[in-house]
């Protein structure tokens, strides 16, 4: 059974079911959101800061110049989400989805909670065109509802896993999404039961296209779910909350 707030993020992004896997992630999102995928040669904060220029973005990402696996700028609704051409193309297909996460996890949500909570008086302030009320700045600190422009930086850390308590909890989310778009657990399972145990994440690393650490993660994850019914998704993957 899915977690609650898995089941809302993929209610909110509303991607068309997958018609066949790998799937082709980049494709499907633009079919239903404002997003534009953005392939560059390298992902740094100077390139992303150089693209947006061009664009006349005036707002723009901050921090240390390090090499990233992708990074997301999300504004309005919309959002410029990159990757790295360089990475194989099983690690640019799973950067796309995290990074297409973050964009419904930590934008889109919580502006919908935004635009329920106060209505459609929010969207000058969300969108920038008018300063928040005092009660409203309390709201975005409390309910974490996004009142600037969102930047979020992947970095190439490829040591993080998504099943120790090393990923911070955004990040295990975001995972978590970025598998339930490219391999629906509900199949992943059905293809981990197709041939002997020691070849699951390879099997899941063929059907899905899913980069082989990112593969042997998702088995293990999927496998002590299989193996202990007691335990939600959530818990494996180290989280204390996971309404």
């Given at each position: 059974?899915?977690e609650r707030?898995l089941?809302?993020?993929l209610q ?6 997958p018609?066949?896997f790998?799937?082709p ?7 239903v959101l ?15 800061r ?5 664009r ?6 901050e921090?240390?110049d390090?090499?990233?696996?992708g990074?997301i ?6 959002a410029?989400l ?6 194989p193309?099983e690690?640019?297909?799973?950067t796309?989805a ?13 502006r ?5 909570f ?7 302030v ?6 928040p009320?005092?009660?409203?700045l ?8 996004p ?13 993080g ?10 990040e295990q ?16 399972t059905?293809?981990?039961?197709q ?15 899913l ?6 993660t ?16 959530s818990?494996?993957?180290g989280e204390?909350?996971?309404?």
């Amino acid at each position: 059974m899915r977690e609650r707030w898995l089941r809302d993020a993929l209610q909110v992004a509303s991607l068309p079911e997958p018609g066949t896997f790998p799937r082709p992630i980049v494709a499907d999102a633009q079919k239903v959101l404002q997003v534009s995928f953005v392939a560059l040669d390298e992902v740094t904060v100077h390139t992303v800061r150089a693209y947006l220029s061009r664009r006349g973005w005036k707002s723009m990402p901050e921090g240390d110049d390090r090499d990233m696996h992708g990074c997301i700028v999300a504004l309005r609704g919309t959002a410029f989400l990159f990757y790295s051409r360089k990475d194989p193309l099983e690690e640019q297909r799973f950067t796309a989805a995290h990074e297409l996460a973050h964009f419904v996890l930590d934008h889109l949500v919580p502006r919908q909670k935004a635009l329920r909570f106060f209505g459609d008086s929010i969207l000058p302030v969300l969108d920038l065109q008018q300063k928040p009320t005092p009660e409203q700045l309390l709201t975005s600190a409390l309910d974490g509802v996004p009142m600037k422009p969102q930047v979020h930086l992947m970095e190439r850390d490829d040591l993080g896993d998504i099943g120790t308590g090393d990923v911070l909890r955004v990040e295990q989310r975001a995972d978590r999404l970025a598998f339930e778009w490219l391999a629906p657990e509900a199949v992943a399972t059905q293809v981990m039961k197709q041939g002997p145990r020691e070849e699951r994440a390879a099997r899941l690393q063929r059907a899905f296209g899913l980069p082989s650490r990112k593969a042997e993660t998702y088995a293990r994850v999927l496998a002590q779910r299989e193996g202990a019914p007691r335990f939600v998704l959530s818990s494996v993957l180290g989280e204390r909350n996971p309404g």
